[in-house]
């Protein structure tokens, strides 16, 4: 049986009436001025390209096709990944003008995907994903070719069979997965959302915002029992049976959940916010220094507090140790410094931990500025 795909595909003859509208000519004039990959089949070539001594994919498509539109960009990138490969090609026919081909080949409806493999001229209908990865992965398994598309590297991590359990199940780590179909299309809408959560928490080792293709990895979808796309659940380090996830899905909504549940003071584009690395025991101590004739003393029992704590939290008792040292202007000048460091080029590693030191620094800022109102 022919696969024309999609049952809410439009018959032939609604093509004469539709094409008429002037701005889908301009449409489909100006969209040819483009550089394309994707071979143009008609009557006075088709034989030729499709003889045997080739594998051709080939999209029976209208122009005024839903479907068709859905289709083109994805198509599109299919071309481009075989560029370098002589053996394949990846074609499209317009049966609004080339009826006869149509006819010949027994289309009904668009758009209907036909792979003729390398020595025939008889076709087998694809009925696969629409997605460039599907047809790629396709083409590549019935022709033996090495099609690769070229993707933009991705803040988010992909997960397969192969890396799910060592990264979700991990217990050191907090971890968001978004269970998605390629074709869906609340997924299409979420991804640049949920990309820009993703490079949020690219420095958090701990904080993993992860995606799985659920309509390919059809067991990982089934053990966490996926039924509708986008699934996203949560995997905190205390519980790997992993939680439904039903906040919003706006990138700030996604950062406040994560924030909350990983501990950590993120802002949208992968900046800290100016809590983080703040402690209120500390920035009481901070603020008892900065009022104190002897500040000496008050340094000393900040050293007794933190010795055991992070060295984060060990800052606030080395400020204290250079104010005593070089005097109060230390705060200032400390932070201006920082301050230039960071308009800079550095890693995000060193980024966070230089904004947690101005961070720090602040607290000492706003209790000296206080006291000095007073």
Sequence with gaps: AEVSTQSTGTSPSACNYIMTSPLLLLVALVSTAFASNVVDLTAA?????????????????????GHCKALAPEYEITADAYVREDNVVIAKVDCTVEKDIASRFGVTGYPTLKFFKKGTTEPEAYSGGRTAD??????????????????????????????????????????????????????????PIYEEVGKTYRADKNCVVAKVDADGEKE???????????????FPKDNKAGEAYNGGRTAEDFIRFLNERC?????????????????????ALAEKFMAASDKAVVAEEAMAVTKDMDKTAQYYYKVMKKVVEKGDDFIQTETERISRMLAGSMSDEKRDQFTIRRNILGAFSLSADSHTEL
């Design 134 to 191: 599907d047809i790629v992965k396709f083409v590549n398994r019935e022709s033996g070719a090495r099609g690769f598309i070229k993707k933009a590297p991705s803040a988010v991590l992909q997960l397969d069979n192969s890396n799910f359990d060592s990264v979700a199940l991990d217990e050191t780590k907090d971890v968001l997965v978004e269970f998605y179909a390629p074709w869906c299309g609340h997924c299409k809408r979420l991804t």
């Design 220 to 234: 990982l979808g089934g053990r966490y029992g996926v039924t509708g796309f986008p699934t996203i659940k949560f």
């Design 45 to 65: 070539n088709f034989d030729e390209v499709v003889n045997g001594d080739k594998n051709v994919f080939v999209e029976f498509f209208a122009p005024w096709c």
């Design 263 to 283: 501990g950590l003071n993120r802002v949208e584009g992968g900046g800290m916010s100016d809590a983080a690395g703040r402690l209120e025991v500390l920035d």
